[in-house]
C-alpha cells in the first residue's frame, strides 16, 4: 500500500542530452505539495474494417513522460526552479551567501534538447526502485503570491525518456518556505501595496517531435514557440492610475523581491523578480455587484533592448550552485 507521504522527487542536472545523472551527490531533494508525472504509452488501434463491430488490433505508441510538481518556493530549492525554467544561471559568492542570477537563455542547449535538461527520479512510496525522468525540460513554471498564504509554484516537465533504477536516498533541506508577507512590490520605482495576488508563468513553448529513428520515444524535446513570460495577478483599485498606465500602453519597471531569513551581515534569503519592461495587455474594470471592485489584470515581459532580457530572477541562499 503507497502513500503520498512517502513519495520522494529528486532533480539533478545533465550536462548533456541523453545522459542520465547518476552520482547520488549531484541530485536536491524536492518537497513538495503534489505531483502528476506520469508515463504515458498511448494505444495504437487499427481502423480497418473487418466485417465486425469491434475495433482491430493494437500497437503500443510513443513513449513519454511528464506533468506537474507543485511547491512551496524555499530559498534552496527555488534556485534550480529558476534555472531549470531560464536555462542559465550565473553563481557568486557574496560572504557567506550565494547570489545566483537567472536570465532567460538565448541559445540552444543541444540539436535534440531545447533548454537544460535534468534527471529527474520519482520513489513512488512502494518496491525498491526509483521512477527515473531522463531528458526532462521544464516546460512551464508559474509562481503565484497570494495575501495571506505561502507562496506556491507549478512546474510542468516534459520527460523524454522513462525507465527504473535502484531507490535513491537523501536528506531534505529544511528551509523556511516564503510567505506573502515577506514580499515588496514596486511599479516604475514606486511602492505598490494595492496588489493582493501576483503571478509570474514562463512558458518555453515546448514539443516533442517523433522521428523515424527506430525507437519508441520521442527524438526531439525543442521549442516550437516563443518563450512567454506572462504575470497576471488581483488589484485593489484606489484611483485610476493603474487604468490609465493600461489605456496608454506603457512600459514600465516591476521589482517583486521577496526576503526571508537573514544568513549574515547584510546578506537575506532572497526571491527577486526583476522585469525591465512591463506592459498591461487587460485591467478591465468593471462591478459585476454591489462589492467591493477588484481588478484581475494581466500583462507581460516585454523584452528590454537596453538590458538584454525580458526578465530576471535572482536567489541568494547558502548553496554554492547548481
Avoid at 266 to 281: D, H, K, M, Q
Avoid at 283 to 297: H, M, Y
Wanted: hydrophobic share 40%.
Amino acid at each position: 500500500m503507497a502513500f503520498g507521504t512517502e513519495f520522494a522527487i529528486r532533480a539533478a542536472r545533465q550536462n548533456s542530452g541523453g545522459t542520465v545523472v547518476t552520482a547520488a551527490g549531484s541530485f536536491h531533494n524536492i518537497p513538495f505539495v503534489s505531483e502528476t508525472l506520469v508515463v504515458a504509452v498511448p494505444e495504437l488501434i487499427s481502423d480497418t474494417i473487418r466485417a465486425r463491430y469491434d475495433p482491430g488490433p493494437s500497437a503500443r505508441g510513443i513513449v513519454s513522460a511528464g506533468g506537474d510538481i507543485v511547491i512551496r518556493p524555499s530559498p534552496d530549492q527555488i534556485g534550480l526552479f529558476a534555472y531549470a525554467v531560464m536555462g542559465t544561471i550565473s553563481s557568486t559568492q557574496i560572504n557567506s551567501a550565494y547570489r545566483h542570477i537567472s536570465v532567460p537563455t538565448q541559445t540552444l542547449f543541444g540539436s535534440a534538447i531545447g533548454i537544460t535538461p535534468f534527471t529527474l527520479l520519482k520513489y513512488p512510496g512502494v518496491g525498491t526502485s526509483d521512477m527515473q525522468f531522463t531528458d526532462s525540460c521544464l516546460n512551464r513554471l508559474a509562481i503565484e503570491i497570494v495575501a495571506g498564504q505561502y507562496l506556491r509554484a507549478t512546474a510542468n516537465w516534459m520527460c523524454r525518456i522513462s525507465s527504473l533504477t535502484a531507490q535513491s536516498s537523501g536528506s531534505f533541506v529544511e528551509a523556511a518556505e516564503y510567505t506573502w508577507n515577506q514580499v515588496s512590490l514596486s511599479l516604475g520605482g514606486a511602492a505598490l501595496t494595492d496588489w493582493e495576488a501576483l503571478t509570474f508563468t514562463i512558458d518555453n513553448g515546448l514539443e516533442f517531435v517523433p522521428t523515424l529513428d527506430g525507437t519508441t520515444v520521442n527524438r526531439l524535446l525543442l521549442r516550437n514557440a516563443f518563450r512567454q513570460i506572462n504575470i497576471a495577478g488581483t488589484a485593489d483599485l484606489p484611483d485610476l492610475d493603474e487604468w490609465n498606465t493600461f489605456r496608454a500602453g506603457s512600459l514600465t519597471t516591476l521589482d517583486a523581491t521577496i526576503e526571508g531569513t537573514s544568513i549574515s551581515s547584510g546578506n537575506v534569503e532572497t526571491l527577486r523578480f526583476i522585469v525591465p519592461a512591463f506592459r498591461y495587455s487587460a485591467f478591465p474594470i468593471s462591478a459585476p455587484g454591489p462589492n467591493r471592485t477588484t481588478v484581475g489584470f494581466e500583462g507581460r515581459a516585454v523584452y528590454h533592448q537596453g538590458s538584454g532580457l525580458a526578465m530576471q530572477i535572482t536567489v541568494i541562499n547558502t548553496r554554492t550552485g547548481y
